[in-house]
C-alpha cells in the first residue's frame, strides 16, 4: 500500500487512493496480504520452474 510518508502533504488522502484505484482494471488496489502470498509461492519450492521472469502482481495495471 501506500506508506503514510508517500502520501504526506496529500489533503485527502482517501480520494488519492480511490483515484488510484480506479485506474486498475480490478477497480482496487492490493492488499498487503495478496502481495504477501505472491512473495510465499515465490520463496517456496512450488515455484521452482520459474526463471528470468518478472511477475506482476499489480491488478493489471502494466496489461493495460
Known sequence: GFTDEAMAGVPDRE???????AEHPLGRLAR???????IA????????II???V??????FTAQ
Open 55 to 60: 511477475l506482476m502482481a499489480d491488478g493489471g
Open 41 to 48: 509461492f515465490l520463496a517456496s519450492d512450488r515455484s521452482s
Open 15 to 21: 480520494a488519492a487512493l480511490a483515484s488510484i484505484a
Open 51 to 53: 526463471t528470468g521472469a
Open 32 to 38: 498487503a496480504e495478496e502481495i504477501a502470498e505472491v
